[in-house]
């Protein structure tokens, strides 16, 4: 079945630390996200990607990174630099930006 | 005030019940999507659209672009219809999807 892979569902990190979450899909979409959820909160865009070797800044990229060298993987890198680093992180495609958006089951990160 | 609100913001039912929740939006949008977040975290896409209503078994999603309102009904509810629902805008041009802060439906048996 076809589907986006997150990993590690759990992860704990400390301060100062950078940490990187991993996102695989095999749907063959060319369009990847990374969004950030907390608590009381709507999904925010961190990065998104709308084909391979290219990728843009959401919203709140600051503290993160991101490559897309291949189609179907989309990692996201936490660096020291973000300055609240803990929260729940969701990988997304779609088949074009602006069409419906499959997730992934999501990442917890804790940081302290 | 953020561009797309949803309400209530939590919601407990008893099994059964008909239950509506709403997105009102203040932008100019292509389409709106409703997602389901269950407790483990993963999302699914429910519905995506741009006018009228669209219904998948007893989950039905409408919207009304002129008073830029959408709302989702779930008929015969049921204790594994708990889960946090969110609408999602595509805003108009940019291609960009503003969420809501999400409704948390509680189904009690």
């Known amino acids: 079945d076809g589907g986006i892979t997150q990993s590690p569902k759990y992860l704990f990190r400390k301060e100062g630390q950078n940490v990187t979450l991993s996102c695989e899909q095999n749907l063959n979409h060319d369009a990847m996200y990374w969004y950030r959820q907390d608590p009381g909160q709507g999904l925010r865009l961190i990065y998104y990607s709308q084909i391979v070797n290219d990728f843009q800044k959401g919203d709140i990229a600051e503290g993160y990174s991101v490559s897309r060298e291949k189609k179907e993987s989309f990692p996201l890198t936490v660096t020291s630099a973000q300055k609240n680093p803990t929260a729940f992180y969701l990988c997304?495609?779609?088949?074009?930006?602006?069409?419906?958006?499959?997730f992934g089951n999501g990442t917890r990160l804790t940081v302290t | 005030k953020n561009e797309v609100e949803q309400s209530p913001q939590n919601l407990t039912a008893q099994e059964g019940e008909f239950i509506t929740i709403n997105c009102s939006y203040s932008v100019g949008i292509s389409a709106l999507h409703w997602l389901q977040q269950h407790p483990g975290g993963g999302i699914v896409s429910l519905f995506m659209?741009?006018?009228g209503k669209k219904k998948h078994g007893r989950l039905i999603a409408t919207i009304n672009i002129q008073e830029k309102h959408s709302s989702l009904h779930i008929t015969a509810s049921h204790p594994r219809d708990s889960a946090v629902y969110i609408c999602a805008a595509l805003i108009q041009g940019a291609q960009k999807l503003v969420f809501g802060q999400g409704t948390r439906l509680t189904i009690n048996p």
């Open positions: 997304a495609s779609s088949i074009v930006r602006g069409s419906p958006l499959h």
């Open positions: 659209l741009s006018s």
